[in-house]
């Protein structure tokens, strides 16, 4: 797609070292995907400069370059702007005709539940037969079809490429997760929110962050960024609610399972083996039949419910929607067989996930039966959620193994030592390196009657170690033993 230069940098305030080209053929701010006529951003990383990585750049065709400061002796132009990230994202929208702004778009931001409600909303748009489209930790979905994607919420160019495709497939609405990282980096700068929501706040990428009030304070960007005339929902039950609600932009919607608010559940909604009962609104009352389990999963619904209302869905929609649901990828996603344990895979990462997982699972445990849940930390992430892990672990389950999840660069061994600091002299566990070895020996060493819960890879397909990804499917180890 070429496009004139004055076009793609309207509204941009630069300098200028060089004459601009006429026009441009792409965008890049990776070096080795440059192609000829591409306009090169070079970002500054946390590991990585970019500026070192025009000249490559140069050497596949980039016919300029967006710079923070000028280089010497480069041969190609210079667009100097004060942050190239944010450059990135106006840019990019540029290019790509604004797409955000010719739909309905829906974020959705906390620690836990993003996916989750995505994945209900997706159900519900396709029951009210509005075209749509999401994008979120499972990749990006356009109507029926599944795309593969790396990042909870795409950098900023990639973001406004989806959302181009989906435009030309027709797609009218898209609910995308809003991680805490695209917010601080600025990926979604550029994207006209139609409306926002807000599941809840927990202790997760500290190492980011640094701090609790750090992380709150990123997550209300998005409720900054919605339209006034869209709408926002938030989870009144969390600590952190009153924050988001003060800087709200459009009308806020509350749901709560413990007070008053605009969406709650009646006093007779049951949630150990499915969730059955009605939900009161302002647009009515949602009749609700759905195969999900858990208290926290009462919190999802709500929020999907006050969305789908929000936007003029049907009660009766989003009830025939919820109730056709089987299972969310990775979110307590059973793997049974008559003779052995019951698994659950779920991706359960955080000491508050961990506990909302096992709570649910507790209740379903044989009379005869332990709760056994098997679960690891991340290399290079928050450090400090790793004994909190451990004694989420402890607070429910009857025994733990603990082994490796995505430990990158970090020492595995070290990893597992850091967490175990978190049980209590008292606590039953086992320490099992290596991901599949441990899976095996808990299936080896169980019963029948036993309820066994593998925490943290959930829907992924991949072991992170040492910068490569390698092939591991937790679902499909299970399935194949």
Known sequence: MIKSTQEVLKGINYQLHGNLPKSISSLSFNSKNVEPDSLFFAIRGQKENGHKYIPLAITNGASAAVVENFLPDMTIPQIKVPNTRIALSHISANYYDHPSKKMKIVGITGTNGKTTVVYLLNKIFKSANIPRGTIGTLGYSIGDKNFSGYLTTPESLRLQQILYKMLENSISTVVMEVSSHALALRR?????????????????????????????????????????????????????????????????????????????????????????????????????????????????????????????????????????????????????????????????????????????????????????????????????????????????????????????????????????????????????????????????????????????????????????RYPFSEVQIVEDI
Request: with cysteine; proline share 5%; glycine share 8%.
């Open 188 to 468: 979604v700068e550029d994207i006209t929110f139609t409306g926002g929501v807000f599941t809840n706040l927990s202790q997760d990428h500290l190492d980011f962050h640094i701090t609790m009030e750090n992380y709150a304070e990123v997550k209300t960007e998005l409720f900054k960024k919605v339209i006034m005339k869209g709408f926002l929902v938030c989870n009144i039950d969390d600590s952190y609610s009153d924050k988001f609600i003060k800087v709200a932009t459009a009308p806020v919607s509350t749901f709560s399972i413990s007070q008053n608010a605009d969406f709650i559940w009646n006093s007779k909604v049951s949630y150990v083996s499915g969730i059955k009962g009605i939900i009161l609104s302002p647009g009515g009352k949602i009749k609700v039949d759905c195969p999900l389990s858990g208290e926290f999963n009462l919190k999802n619904i709500l929020a999907a419910a006050a969305v789908a209302i929000n936007l003029g869905i049907k009660p009766e929609t989003i009830s025939q929607a919820l109730s056709q649901i089987e299972f969310i990828p990775g979110r307590l996603q059973e793997i049974s067989k008559p003779g052995y344990p019951r698994i659950f895979v779920d991706y359960a990462h955080t000491p508050d996930a961990i506990k909302n997982v096992l709570e649910t699972l507790k209740e379903i445990v044989p009379q005869e039966g332990k709760l056994i849940a098997l679960f690891g930390c991340g290399g290079n992430r928050d450090k400090g959620k790793r004994p909190k892990m451990a004694k989420a672990v402890e607070s429910l389950a009857d025994f733990a193994v603990v082994t490796d999840d995505n430990p990158r660069f970090e020492d595995p061994k070290q990893i597992i030592q850091e967490a175990v600091k978190g049980f209590s002299k008292s606590m039953p566990y086992r320490i099992i390196n290596g991901r599949k070895k441990a899976i095996i020996w808990i299936l080896n060493n169980s019963s029948k009657n036993d309820i066994i819960a593998l925490l943290g890879k959930g829907h992924e397909t991949y072991q992170e170690i040492n910068g490569k």
